[in-house]
């Protein structure tokens, strides 16, 4: 039987008790796989390598060597977030690489959006091959590879042409051979969240927003330059505290700032002052092929604003996109 095929026979997890029942059954395929040798993975902080993460945690705790890389476009307190949950919280064996200056210096000048987003992906997986010839006696890689993945990689092997190219931990160097584990490929997404509060994450973790791999890589439109990326990560941190305070966190399923590499006439303090726009994107979908936008009441936008425009320095301006997709993709690069 094709392992990579999710049999018809298998029960949807939608409760806690089919949730243990599959940690039960997976703790003990992990352990079988894997025996006493170590098992690297690269944890983000996403959804999916966190549930994978866990649930190693519990099958094999120290075995499982977990690298976070911190590419420089992370949001604000997230690499921090990840340390303290992971090592912290689940005494996991956690290496921390700070690479921000290994991305920027390579990303400066580059404007085009493929470019960019190929150079973090490649760069992500050098830092993190980087770290796997440190370790030694690692012969398995875990990966938080869900079944949309799988069925992602069947159309294109069917010859269908995707729309971004989107990065994994796929394509290591030749000299990096893993077996893999990957204990949720046959999942889908709702069950990992399912699986992964079972496993006693939390709730905001479980549920929370996607993010795109390149980060807010993508979201510093053209160009990225260190000062808009700070004002970038400062006003997407005020967005997200405002939507939590306002109750729209749970309800909306992405939102965050985008600053275009514009600036524009404002005035602040009595005199002129040219500074960048920051742009809100929020908007609601079930599959991320189409969406729609969320109407954000005025009086929210109305204290985005304020905050964002006397908080951050650089912004004199804050926009609101209310183009669905189409023809509006998502992200803006
Ligand atoms: P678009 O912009 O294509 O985005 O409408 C659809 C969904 O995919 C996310 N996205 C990415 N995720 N790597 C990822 O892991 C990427 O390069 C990437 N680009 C877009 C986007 O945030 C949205 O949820």
Redesign the pocket.
């Known amino acids: 039987m094709d392992s990579n095929r999710r049999p018809e026979t298998m029960e949807r997890i939608t409760t806690k008790e089919l949730a243990d029942k599959f940690i039960a059954e997976q703790i003990e395929a992990v352990r079988a796989q894997v025996g006493e040798k170590k098992v690297l993975l690269a944890l983000s902080g996403?959804v999916d390598s966190s549930v994978v993460a866990a649930l190693l945690i519990k099958a094999i705790g120290k075995q499982l060597v977990c690298v976070h890389v911190n590419h420089g476009l992370m949001r604000k307190n997230e690499s921090e977030g990840v340390v303290e949950l992971f090592r912290n919280q689940l005494d996991a064996n956690l290496i921390y690489v700070d690479a921000t200056d290994r991305f920027l210096d390579l990303l400066a000048g580059v404007s085009d959006p493929e470019s960019k987003?190929k150079i973090i992906?490649k760069e992500f997986i050098e830092v993190f091959a980087d770290e796997a010839r440190k370790l030694e006696g690692v012969e398995f890689l875990a990966q938080g590879t869900i079944y949309p993945d799988i069925l992602e990689s069947i159309k294109q092997a069917e010859g269908k042409k995707a729309?971004?190219?989107?990065?994994?931990v796929g394509g290591l160097p030749e000299d990096l051979k893993f077996e893999l584990v990957e204990p949720v490929k046959l999942l889908f997404k709702d069950e990992v969240r399912v699986v992964g509060e079972a496993l006693g994450l939390p709730h905001a973790m479980v549920y929370r927003?996607?993010?795109?791999?390149?980060g807010l890589g993508?979201r510093c439109l053209g160009a990225i330059t260190r000062d808009r990326l700070h004002a970038l990560r400062e006003a997407d941190a005020i967005l997200r505290e405002e939507f939590d305070i306002a109750g729209l966190a749970g309800k909306v399923?992405?939102y965050?700032v985008i600053i275009p590499d514009i600036k524009s006439v404002g005035v602040k303090d009595e005199s002129r002052f040219e500074g960048w726009p920051a742009i809100i994107r929020a908007v609601n979908?079930k599959d991320?092929?189409s969406?729609t936008i969320e109407e954000i009441p005025y009086s929210i936008l109305n204290k985005i604003t304020a905050r964002i425009t006397s908080e951050v320095e650089g912004i004199n301006r804050v926009l609101y996109d209310i183009t669905p997709?189409p023809t509006?993709?998502?992200?803006?690069?």
């Open positions: 996403g987003r992906g729309v971004k190219s989107h990065h994994n927003q996607p993010f795109p791999g390149p993508v399923w992405q965050f979908t991320a092929m969406a997709k509006g993709t998502i992200e803006w690069e």
